[in-house]
């Protein structure tokens, strides 16, 4: 069994757990509760991950992968069906650019909430966090017809996982009035069986 450092508040571990269903390996993989956040280290994890993150995978020879995007490829290699990253070509670079930008977003969202619970925000943080999410939004309203048209991949799963991560954080949002296509393409990712067995839970 591989091990991997889990919690359901995650948008990062959420990533990965789509990729663990979608690929067939649930049963391979054991989940191990992990609290880490700005303001609490858990330092047993720290031989592991020297960064104190999740997710992190153990693997069954006792060496350990991180981040997000490289335990998804390595899932990848694992389990059937079609593969999440293309092989090579035009594909695979457009796989690649759409998981950077949905796991930057995830990023961005996470240090968003992580300021608003400072004692004293600040307003110029905060401006431009929602500066760079009216962009992001724009930026995928206009690619939701190709993301709509193209093969499912890890791009797709990463765009997805911040937009679900956006509802979760923030359900009163209504970014979808304003993004029609978008809100449909996520609709339809919010559908897939791999990402309605991965909710986020606040918990």
Known sequence: ???????????????????????????????VPTVVAMTKTDRALLPTNPLGKIPTLLLEDGSALYDSSVICEYLDGLGSGPRLFPADGRARITALRRQALGTGAMDMLVLWRGELAREHPSTAVLEGFGWKLEALLKALEAEASALEQDAYDIGQISIGGALSYLDFRWPTLGWREAHPALARWHAGFAARPAVRATDHIDA
């Open 1 to 31: 069994m591989m091990r991997l450092h889990w919690s359901s508040r995650s948008p990062f571990v959420r990533k990965v757990m789509v990729v663990v269903h979608e690929r067939g390996l649930v049963d391979q993989i054991e989940r």
